[in-house]
């Protein structure tokens, strides 16, 4: 049989796949974008509450302390209207702060959130318009570059936010690919914010991966029960542990769940069995750490010029603003 012909018409064919051709490969390794269902993004919101998990808390600073800088920066001084487009929104806390101030400041923009998750739109637009009335919002529910080619002839400038560390869970090749196409779809004169986490002290990196709290073994863990409950599967998360590390030469911080014992998990919902040796290591996630030199690298070969970097007090974490 194959997944395709699964009985169980709620079974999510595309999830089913991936999970699938993940755990046959050697090493075995799964997505880290099924760790968002709606367990995971409770999760996530947890982690960015953490003391540990600095990242979040850099970049508040930062759009905090610098918002009438970043303001300027983005209108060059110019009164004419333009489109501020954000990649993956989330709960927009963080953007918030700066869309409070570009309000008040008479900033002539509409506010354009990208998702695909309808949802998670909803959200953010309904709160948006209760917190701050005059703001001009207009979500689109699309894939991140259907959604910036659609707007790409509309004659207004677009500043870009990627905010988070979102890249971060790109390899260095997609992540070429991803803002190589990003690039495409925009105009000269265009710009991006990219948040990006730098390297630094590592054990800083490694304490943001593996709280003592065991919240990010639990963000880790909760695809595993996730699969359970969606391809009707038995793994037993008590017999994986959480096991990040970090290679301060490539800036890669990659999280595993390992296999404590041998044993065989059953797929029942695609009739599919998995062997585990003892120790063997699921790679669950990417969470790539950049220094400068990287980043003006990463900006030129994609066919951006950088403006200005956006620093914490601490230098941890940049917001890169760049021109096409
Ligand atoms: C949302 C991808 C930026 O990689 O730091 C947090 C996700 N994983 N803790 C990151 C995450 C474990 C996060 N990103």
Same mark, same amino acid.
């Given at each position: 049989?194959?997944?395709?012909?699964?009985?169980?018409?709620?079974?999510?064919?595309?999830?089913?796949?991936?999970?699938?051709? &993940?755990?046959?490969e050697n090493p075995k390794s799964l997505p880290s974008k099924y760790f968002y269902d709606t367990k995971g993004d409770k999760l996530f919101q947890d982690i960015m509450h953490m003391d540990e998990y600095y990242l979040t808390n850099c970049e508040f600073e930062i759009f905090?302390?610098?918002?009438?800088?970043?303001?300027?920066?983005?209108?060059? &001084?110019?009164?004419?209207p333009f489109e501020l487009v954000e990649f993956g929104a989330g709960d927009g806390l963080k953007t918030k702060v700066l869309l409070r101030h570009m309000v008040a400041s008479e900033v002539d923009f509409t506010y354009m959130p990208i998702d695909i998750s309808a949802n998670a739109l909803s959200k953010l637009t309904q709160s948006l318009k209760s917190e701050i009335q005059a703001l001009h919002v207009k979500g689109i529910e699309n894939d991140y570059f259907k959604a910036l080619h659609d707007l790409q002839n509309d004659g207004k400038k677009k500043v870009v936010l990627f905010l988070g560390?979102?890249?971060?869970?790109?390899?260095l090749a997609e992540a070429k690919g991803f803002l190589?196409?990003?690039?495409?779809?925009?105009?000269?004169?265009?710009?991006?914010?990219i948040g990006m986490d730098l390297k630094?002290?590592?054990?800083?990196?490694?304490?943001?991966?593996?709280?003592?709290?065991?919240?990010?073994?639990?963000?880790?863990?909760?695809?595993l029960e996730r699969i359970n409950e969606e391809l009707d599967a038995d793994f037993d998360v008590e017999a994986f542990q959480h096991f990040p590390n970090y290679d301060p030469i490539t800036g890669q911080t990659k999280s595993y769940l390992?296999?404590?014992?041998?044993?065989?998990?059953?797929?029942? &919902?695609?009739?599919?069995?998995?062997?585990?040796?003892?120790?063997?290591?699921?790679?669950?996630?990417?969470?790539?750490?950049?220094?400068?030199?990287?980043?003006?690298?990463?900006?030129?070969e994609s066919g951006f010029e950088i403006s200005k970097h956006f620093f914490d007090k601490r230098n941890y974490f940049v917001d890169s603003l760049w021109e096409k």
């Open positions: 049989m194959t997944i395709n012909e699964t009985k169980n018409p709620k079974m999510n064919t595309e999830f089913a796949k991936d999970i699938l051709q &993940g755990l046959s905090t302390n610098q918002k009438e800088a970043l303001t300027k920066s983005f209108t060059d &001084g110019s009164n004419a560390s979102n890249i971060g869970n790109l390899t190589n196409h990003l690039s495409e779809n925009l105009n000269k004169g265009d710009k991006l914010l630094k002290d590592p054990q800083v990196i490694l304490d943001a991966y593996n709280d003592k709290a065991g919240i990010t073994s639990s963000f880790n863990l909760n695809l390992i296999s404590k014992k041998e044993q065989v998990v059953k797929l029942k &919902g695609i009739e599919e069995e998995i062997k585990f040796e003892a120790w063997e290591p699921i790679y669950m996630e990417l969470s790539r750490k950049y220094d400068l030199k990287e980043i003006e690298a990463l900006a030129h």
